[in-house]
């Protein structure tokens, strides 16, 4: 069956896309990050530091995710996440850290905050985005 030109050129419904909270300080792999994740399908919203981070989890309701650099200008990442647990709605938001920093010591501290997952800088794409998906299912967009 073949569809009209009309129906072809009407404007498909806009899905609304998951948003992900991305704080990090390096602009270099904030760009990039934000890149990654629009070609997924999804909506970065871009921090740049620890006091913009806690500003948006008092102020707005919680992503699908976060992705969160742990050495952060301001509040550090491990107290971001500890804000982030204490916070009824963010709670049982899954976080994503992503840092230069492979000291076991640093990524104990982290992962007892309540982060899911530590990868370590320089990231593979491919499995930073497999990671992204099983927490934010092409199916949620």
Do not use: C
Not at 31 to 37: D, G, R, S, T, V
């Amino acid at each position: 069956m073949r569809q009209s030109i009309t129906s072809m050129l009407k404007p498909k419904k806009k899905t609304k896309k998951s948003t992900v909270l991305v704080v990090e300080d390096d602009e270099n792999i904030a760009f990039y990050l934000k890149y990654m994740l629009q070609r997924e399908g999804l909506n970065p919203v871009m921090v740049p530091d620890g006091r913009a981070a806690l500003d948006v989890i008092e102020r707005f309701r919680p992503p699908k995710l976060i992705l969160m650099d742990i050495k952060l200008p301001f509040i550090d990442g491990a107290r971001l996440v500890q804000h982030v647990r204490a916070r009824p709605k963010w709670a049982l938001v899954p976080i994503i850290l992503l840092t230069s920093v492979s000291e076991e010591r640093v990524i104990n501290r982290a992962l007892s905050a309540g982060a899911n997952e530590y990868m370590v800088k320089p990231f593979l794409t491919l499995e930073l985005i497999a990671r992204v998906r099983h927490y934010v299912p092409e199916g949620e967009l």
